[in-house]
């Protein structure tokens, strides 16, 4: 087994909605992720999946239990220094893009790579470099309103990945696709993800999408179960 990029060990999380009502949304969470390995995180909507990838990627604190990047424990860390591991380790996607309407599908791609320090001429063959790879080079110098909804998704795929970071979290990141659009677009997902050696977090409730994953882990009642591959779930 290749090496863990990211570890989640002891996890919990809970709300507190006012006097004796509180909800705990995560309970002891142990999760370890692996360099090339993309594992689908199964749960239905509202069971805490948002709340996991805020805590993995370093946007909300866990109450309890530790959050390891690279072998470094973030959970003290200076905001300073959590801001930068997002920066330069992770990688995030949502289920609606986000892109900047202003730019075209090309800048959306360069803008966080020169906030990472790299140089122009370098940000913008490597936003060409991948949205070749996703198929839509032709559509590099378009703005997010002249792309389908599918295209601008997989320009998101691409922001995510310019930074080249380790881990990629995404959050139902082609929930809002009809069905054939969606296949077409995770396709170009998985292959960003597998070629680049990263690991994938991938929250979803889609089984179909779930089941072309390495591996699977479900959020029930605030616990991970499945988190070995003998128990992985098969699709329907």
Known sequence: MSRSVLSLSGVSKSYNLGAANEIRVLRDIELDLHAGETVA???????????????????????????????????DQSEQARTLARRRQLGFIYQ??????????????????????????????RALELLNDVGIKDRADHRPAQL?????QRVAFCRALANQPHVLLADEPTGNLDPATSDKVFD???DLVRNSGMAALIATHNMALAGRMDRQVWLE?????GVSQENVRPAP
């Open 148 to 152: 389908s909804g599918g295209e601008q």
């Open 96 to 125: 609606f893009h986000h892109l900047l309407p202003e730019f075209s599908a090309a800048e959306n791609i360069v803008l966080p790579q020169l906030a990472n320090g790299v140089s122009k001429t370098n940000a913008k063959k």
């Open 188 to 190: 170009a997902l998985l």
């Open 221 to 225: 009642a605030g616990k991970l179960v």
């Open 41 to 75: 995180l199964v749960a239905p909507s509202g069971a805490g999946k948002s709340t996991l990838l805020h805590i993995a990627g370093l946007l909300d604190s866990a109450d309890q239990g530790d959050v390891i990047l690279a072998e470094h424990v973030m959970n």
